[in-house]
T-cell receptor, first 114, second 113 residues
Framework: TQLLEQSPQFLSIQEGENLTVYCNSS?????LQWYRQEPGEGPVLLVT?????EVKKLKRLTFQFGDARKDSSLHITAAQPGDTGLYLC??????????????FGQGTTLQVKP | NAGVMQNPRHLVRRRGQEARLRCSPM?????VYWYRQLPEEGLKFMVY????????ESGMPKERFSAEFPKEGPSILRIQQVVRGDSAAYFC???????????FGQGTRLTVV
């Protein structure tokens, strides 16, 4: 069974601080996605990374896919209260017959205090 | 272009009743995925459907749960004889093609009392 382990599970920081969320697995993924989910809402896709070593930036968010495509990280610079939410990584496994089925990590709950 | 529509948003059922969750995919999307999310957890894949076909139901419990995506109308996730452990948020996602970005609906929050 493929698993994605996210760490930390909970993070509470002050506005302006930097943070990194990690997503790790012992399995290789063909692609990895990061979502943000607010209470009572569905996940919203932030980014998809597909190439080992790939780095993508989205304003203050930086996403990296590990060289071996087994892990990923999300770094937020100068966090703002609006960044508060549940961050989920999700991977599409190799050999999943390209069904588009995603395996999700358990999520990181981020709270940014003003 | 409306997003993925799920209804109802909230559903309360007594133990033993049936729950029907509906998902209307985005226009032009023929691939539908259902996921379940327990409180403070990530999403767990349940089933992947195309029009009139179940492609992958490896995440569906063997009993009481079924899903369909008819030629006309929304996809339906049906839970018979609900138990308290079925209480969760159920999300539907749709995509235009296999292995392309899927967009999630807002979910149906099922509470079994």
């Amino acid at each position: 069974t493929q698993l994605l382990e996210q760490s930390p599970q909970f993070l509470s920081i002050q506005e302006g601080e930097n943070l990194t969320v990690y997503c790790n697995s012992s399995s290789v993924f063909s692609s990895l996605q990061w979502y943000r989910q607010e209470p009572g809402e569905g996940p919203v896709l932030l980014v998809t990374v597909v190439t080992g070593g790939e780095v993508k930036k989205l304003k203050r968010l930086t996403f990296q896919f590990g060289d071996a495509r087994k892990d990923s990280s999300l770094h937020i610079t100068a966090a703002q209260p609006g960044d508060t939410g549940l961050y989920l990584c999700a991977g599409e496994s190799l050999g999943s017959s390209n069904t588009g089925k995603l395996i999700f990590g358990q999520g990181t709950t981020l709270q940014v205090k003003p | 272009n409306a997003g993925v529509m799920q209804n109802p948003r909230h559903l309360v059922r007594r133990r033993g009743q049936e729950a029907r969750l509906r998902c209307s995919p985005m226009k032009g999307h023929s691939h539908v995925y259902w996921y379940r999310q327990l409180p403070e957890e990530g999403l767990k894949f349940m089933v992947y459907l195309q029009k009139e076909n179940i492609i992958d139901e490896s995440g569906m419990p063997k009993e009481r749960f079924s899903a369909e995506f008819p030629k006309e109308g929304p996809s339906i996730l049906r839970i018979q004889q609900v138990v308290r452990g079925d209480s969760a948020a159920y999300f539907c996602a749709s995509s235009p093609l296999r292995d392309t970005e899927a967009f999630f609906g807002q979910g149906t929050r099922l509470t079994v009392v």
